[in-house]
């Protein structure tokens, strides 16, 4: 019926399970499952697809190039970003920073021995990198924080990142919305992952929502790039001038 349609105008104001506590071994099979859906949804394009513009005119004697990836979760956008610059020749130092320890050591559990991505458990706000970071990056991450949170992390970034930051998160829609909660229970995700992912749609933002919050945190339309991606991706991108 109409009227028990979600309201996709304003975000809406619900928890997802992930941000509840819950035992390690229901974290793991949670995060093994997202991180299906983000392989099956292409979700790490967005980001490599800026790195590769990004790094483009880097000198090949160039520091390495250090990245933050904030709200790390499982590690996959991580792994992948140290997949994506063993291809292209890239030396990095990779940092996986989340709230949750466990979180950390399940991403650390499920990443090679051969690996140099370092796990670190901390609140953002809270975190003093031991280097200067050039890039900070987050998946998924924003859509759990209260606006406010929002503007103050932008901040953070800007404050932090020497030289450009990237935000990889939902776009909120209804088609998406409906689709996923097909797709998820045809394929069997987790109970989880099945609760979660309509809600963190609804949860996200559209265009207007970016560019308030980057105007409040000091950013303006020509600081910031904000672009859709298929399926259901909604990133903000800086690159700060050189």
């Known amino acids: ?3 028990d349609m979600p309201d996709f105008s304003h975000r809406a104001q619900l928890t997802e399970l992930m941000d509840e506590p819950c035992s390690r071994d229901v974290m793991r099979a949670y995060l093994c499952d997202l991180a299906k859906t983000n392989r099956w949804t292409m979700a790490y394009r967005p980001l490599l ?4 513009k990004l790094t483009a005119p880097l000198p090949s004697d160039a520091d390495p190039l250090r990245i933050l990836d904030v709200g790390s979760g499982y590690g996959d956008s991580l792994r992948r970003i140290e997949q994506w610059a063993k291809a292209r020749g890239v030396a990095v ?3 996986g920073l989340d709230l949750n320890s466990d ?4 991403a650390e559990e499920a990443t090679p021995a051969s ?3 370092q796990w670190v458990s901390s609140d953002v706000f809270a975190f003093t ?7 900070v990056v987050s998946s998924l991450f924003t859509h759990h924080l209260v606006e406010a949170d929002i503007v103050r992390y932008l901040q953070w970034m800007e404050n932090h990142a020497q030289i450009g930051w990237f935000i990889n998160d939902l776009s909120r829609a209804a088609i998406p919305f409906h689709i996923f909660r097909i797709f998820s229970k045809l394929t069997g995700l987790h109970p989880y992952v099945q609760h979660d992912g309509p809600i963190s749609i609804r949860r996200s933002f559209v265009r207007a929502d970016w ?3 980057c105007a409040a945190s000091g950013l303006t339309d ?3 790039l904000i672009q859709g991606f298929k399926p259901a991706r909604l990133c903000v991108a800086r690159r700060k001038p050189r």
């Not at 979180?103 to 399940?106: E, M, R, S």
């Not at 990198?129 to 890039?135: I, S």
């Open 1 to 3: 019926m109409l009227h």
């Open 49 to 52: 697809s800026w790195l590769d």
């Open 93 to 95: 130092e990779l940092t």
């Open 103 to 106: 979180t950390t050591a399940i």
């Open 115 to 117: 690996s140099h991505i």
């Open 129 to 135: 990198p031991q280097k200067p970071v050039h890039v």
């Open 211 to 213: 560019q308030r919050m």
């Open 222 to 224: 020509r600081d910031v």
